[in-house]
């Protein structure tokens, strides 16, 4: 048993930050265990796991998708959009799904099947969809949000916000996809040894699309929760998440060059940066001292985390 | 130079575009050719042209460095703040040198001695250092006296100040990289750590040097720039480092490192500037801009690759490594 | 009759002592800052002033520009059973849910700077009348420009284009400047940013050579417009003949410094101490449940270089 739960924790780097976190906080604040306070941690990290997830899979690959988050933007503005005109939720989920396929697409065919650097063209779309968001909304908030998405995003089943229920889900469907099937073994294999993938046959190329189309749609589902969460599509919701997507899976353990990592590692990497904030505002601590804190938490997670995936090889 | 060797200089694909781009905007605006608008263009770039130079060496290196806004924007609150409170202009000046650099060589540090990929070191310090940048001024502005920011609107023989700055570091980036061991071994190193190990290069030194460079642009960057917007302004500098990458990568330097021009990113940021001057002149909306920006990176990559692909045939089909950038 | 005397006594001794000590337990206020940036924090200083004079506690939280953070911090506060919440809203359209969450909970709101369109989540709003502020310094503008014949191009510098404060002094300014029918307004956008006005600035001056006044939409962003007329060998001091109008909105030390030097026309200053001190003051009324009015304007004034340094005192960022 024991060596059972510190495999588990030498697996689960931020596990143990995770638990560290919780105990400090609920000692040195009595709002912090308060239910109103962890309903609103889970339901404002929703759009970030979802998210978390698309990067985790493009991680397992040794690439990066820095796209990601303004993929979000200009796939709520879309549905937002949409839905403003049409009242119809179903167009407007399929619109935000869409249009995050969309830049999967393009992101895995420039990456995959033309060979062009993940780092550079995710940069590119990213600029693309951040344009696209922004002149399309003009800047501003999109309005007429249906009235069922704005209650879906207040709605609880047994105390956990319906929104954080459907990241639960997003991530459990897309763990078992990585855990059990051999796409998921295949992934693993182009990330850790992407010639022997070649040698054993794989086609590297619909492989590296597929991770990069399941990003993109990830980022649309991520999108669509994001107007549920905030009663509205807003051009700039993505600006400020890149930084934490990529600093959560990280802390969580998964590496950037591939090969290691699970969805796991994620929640609790996800988990672990949302705690840390949450505790830091209700401390009161400045805004200032918390950016500082927050970095050099996401540089010693990650340093722990490599040392973790070194100690086993 | 013969021809031959022309065509093989990384920087002559940028160099190409930014003279049509220049050629195509004379023709649609007259305002294009005169003289104080190429002196407007080029101190426009001068900011991030410098900061380019010094992130060309990082990128050949293989690493990257996405914190430089971050010291920009940390410098500049140093150098408004020791102004303000101690009045002296060479206290300020030294401050802003030694801790750009000082900012720099952590980052390097950091990366050798923990091992972490520079990616994640940096976006780390990126945080703390604005975190940093924000606590010693509690987030005001402080401006900075017309006459001592002579470093961003002053002239020498009728060249405004930046322009010179931008020459100089070029001049000397070109000559770091082509003539000096430490170019030479930033390029060995970027091209395989492995070979560079076994060669017993002296690869720590060289990467913490790299970066501290990086830093030291940023420093001088961030004088220009607060002289030109009048002193500490909220959030200064905070995002450049994309617009830096994007200058560097479209003057021909590899983002997996080993090989890059000095001269070609500088080239890169004048391009960006040609480009914002191009889309303004059609009154653009403000949000084109993004979008063109994206689509000139993407096709600037798919030029290089093309090239690539055209030399070795097998690339398309084979990627031998699991590049993470 | 003895009896019930000694039972009215005690009931009154008893409300009396409770009341002192719902009185003595402190007062704690929530400020929910959108950003961080130099008037919003003389505001929010103003705020923290007048909160200590009454011997309220502040706690602060800031959202750095994300909507999604201030909605958590919003309700990390509610956790916490603030007595009250001042907000300074990211997006005024998204932030409906958590205030809506901070009325159930019986939490008053007092909304400060930014207007909420949705009269439903707040209690009251303060704030400076942007509208008018534009418009103050779009008529001064108009006074230097009446007697220029010919088309008259006037480049604008507006905020952000999600910010309504922006918006409103935008709307304000070409309103005064419609006094003006041979004006043709440049607007660009430049997100608050000193860096994007400069660029903003020099490239509307090489396409359009001839501008003959400037508004910015904060006045921090007057040395980026002085930079980029020196440079073109166009910074002539009020006055001259060939002097560019300059006028701008907020109150800070650039602006001030420009007035007085003569560089730009004159600025439009907000009273942010007024704005803190109100801020405070309804939220010390709500608390004790008093009823109060719903919208609380605080007019800016107009300073031109005749008189603003006389008024120096009356001026947020002057001479820090």
Not at chain 1, 131 to 160: K, N, R, Y
Not at chain 1, 195 to 210: K, Q
Not at chain 3, 64 to 86: K, M, P
Request: with cysteine.
């Amino acid at each position: 048993m024991k060596e059972a739960l510190s495999n588990q924790l030498k697996q689960n780097p931020a596990m143990p930050m995770l638990a560290v976190l919780m105990i400090l906080f609920s000692t040195l604040s009595p709002y912090f265990f308060d239910a109103i306070n962890m309903e609103s941690i889970a339901a404002n990290n929703a759009v970030i796991l979802i998210a978390a997830v698309g990067m985790t899979l493009v991680f397992l690959t040794g690439g990066i998708d820095l796209s990601i988050a303004t993929v979000i933007s200009v796939s709520a503005v879309m549905a937002g959009v949409i839905m403003g005109h049409t009242d119809n939720v179903l167009l407007g989920v399929l619109t935000a799904v869409s249009v995050g396929a969309a830049f999967g697409l393009l992101n895995g065919f420039l990456i995959g099947f033309l060979g062009l650097s993940p780092f550079i063209t995710t940069m590119g779309t990213q600029l693309i969809a951040r344009g696209i968001a922004f002149s399309v909304s003009e800047g501003i908030a999109v309005q007429g949000t249906p009235e069922p998405v704005i209650d879906f995003g207040f709605a609880l089943v047994m105390g956990i916000p319906k929104i954080t229920l459907v990241s639960f889900a997003v991530l459990l469907i897309v763990g078992f996809l990585v855990a059990l099937t051999s796409w998921g073994r295949y992934i693993i294999l182009l990330g850790s040894n992407p010639l022997a993938a070649r040698y054993c046959g794989l086609n590297t190329r619909w492989l590296e699309l597929s991770v990069y189309l399941a990003s993109g749609i990830l980022g649309g589902i991520a999108g669509f929760i994001s107007i549920a969460n905030l009663g509205n599509a807003l051009p700039g919701v993505g600006d400020t998440l890149l930084l934490i997507i990529i600093g959560a899976v990280v802390l969580g353990g998964t590496s950037m060059n591939g090969g290691e990592g699970s969805l796991t590692k994620t929640l609790f990497g996800v988990a672990v940066l949302a705690v840390l904030t949450n505790g830091l505002n209700l401390l009161g601590i400045p805004f200032y001292d918390q950016l500082m804190i927050q970095g050099a938490l996401i540089f010693i997670g990650y340093s722990i985390a490599m040392r973790l995936n070194q100690a086993k090889r | 130079m013969s021809f031959k060797l022309l065509f093989k200089q990384k920087w002559l694909p940028i160099a190409v575009a930014a003279l049509l781009m220049s050629i195509f905007l004379s023709f649609v605006s007259p305002a294009f050719l005169t003289l104080t608008n190429f002196e407007s263009v080029l101190v426009q770039a001068s900011v991030t042209a410098i900061m380019a130079v010094g992130m060309t060496f990082i990128i050949i290196l293989a690493g990257i460095d996405i914190s430089v806004g971050a010291i920009l924007f940390f410098v500049s609150s140093l150098f408004a703040q020791t102004l303000n409170t101690t009045g002296s202009v060479a206290l300020a000046f030294s401050a802003a040198v030694i801790s750009g650099c000082l900012l720099g060589t952590v980052n390097g540090l950091l990366i050798v001695r923990f091992k972490v990929t520079p990616l994640i070191t940096t976006l780390a310090t990126y945080t703390i250092y604005r975190g940093m940048a924000l606590h010693l001024t509690s987030a005001q502005n402080i401006p900075v006296p017309r006459e001592i920011g002579w470093m961003g609107n002053g002239s020498f023989l009728s060249i405004p100040v930046p322009v010179w700055w931008m020459l100089v570091f070029t001049v000397i980036g070109i000559y770091l990289l082509s003539q000096t061991r430490f170019g030479i071994y930033c390029k060995a190193i970027g091209c395989s750590a492995q070979s560079a190990k076994e060669s017993a290069l002296p690869i720590n030194r060289v990467n913490i040097l790299a970066y501290a460079i990086g830093g030291l642009c940023a420093a001088v960057a961030a004088l220009i720039l607060i002289a030109r917007v009048g002193g500490l302004q909220s959030g200064i500098g905070i995002g450049l480092e994309f617009t830096v990458i994007a200058a560097v990568i479209l003057g021909g330097t590899k983002l997996s490192g080993g090989s890059g021009s000095v001269a070609g990113s500088v080239i890169g940021a004048i391009f960006l500037v040609l480009i914002d001057n191009g889309l303004n002149l059609f009154n653009a909306s403000p949000y084109i801009y993004d979008i063109v920006r994206g689509f000139v990176l993407i096709v600037a990559v798919l030029v290089d690759r093309v090239s690539v692909i055209k030399n070795q045939p097998n690339a398309l089909k084979f990627k031998t490594s699991s590049e993470g950038n | 009759m003895k009896a019930f005397k000694k039972l009215v006594i005690l009931a009154l001794l008893s409300a009396s002592l409770l009341g002192q000590w719902v009185m003595a337990k402190e007062i704690r206020i929530g400020l929910a800052v959108d950003q961080l940036f130099e008037s919003r924090v003389a505001e929010n200083n103003a705020i923290k002033a007048a909160a200590k004079k009454r011997g309220f506690q502040i706690i602060e939280v800031v959202a750095d520009g994300d909507a999604q953070t201030q909605n958590a911090q919003i309700q990390s506060l509610i956790s916490q059973r603030v007595d009250a919440i001042l907000v300074c809203a990211v997006d005024q359209n998204t932030i409906n849910g958590a205030l809506m969450r901070a009325q159930r909970a019986r939490i008053p709101v007092i909304a400060y700077d930014r207007k909420l369109p949705n009269e439903r989540v707040y209690q009251a709003y303060v704030g400076p009348d942007s509208v008018q502020d534009g418009f103050l310094a779009g008529q001064h503008m108009v006074k230097q420009l009446k007697d220029h014949s010919g088309e008259i191009l006037v480049l604008e510098l507006l905020g952000a284009l999600n910010d309504q404060n922006g918006i409103d002094r935008s709307k304000g300014f070409q309103q005064a400047l419609q006094a003006l029918p041979n004006a043709k307004i440049i607007s660009v956008p430049t997100d608050w940013d000193s860096a994007k006005a400069l660029a903003a600035t020099q490239n509307a001056f090489q396409a359009n050579p001839s501008i003959k006044a400037v508004f910015a939409a904060t006045d921090t962003q007057i040395p980026s417009i002085e930079t980029v007329l020196i440079g073109l060998g166009k910074a002539h001091p009020v006055g001259h003949p060939k002097h560019i109008v300059v006028t701008g909105v907020n109150g800070s030390n650039d602006g001030y410094q420009a007035t007085k030097k003569g560089f730009a026309d004159g600025i439009v200053v907000m009273n942010l101490d007024q704005i803190g001190e109100k801020s405070i003051a309804l939220a010390e009324k709500l608390i004790k449940k008093q009823k109060v009015e719903k919208n609380h304007v605080v007019a800016g004034y107009f300073y031109h270089s005749g008189n603003i340094v006389k008024n120096k005192d009356k001026i947020w960022g002057a001479g820090q």
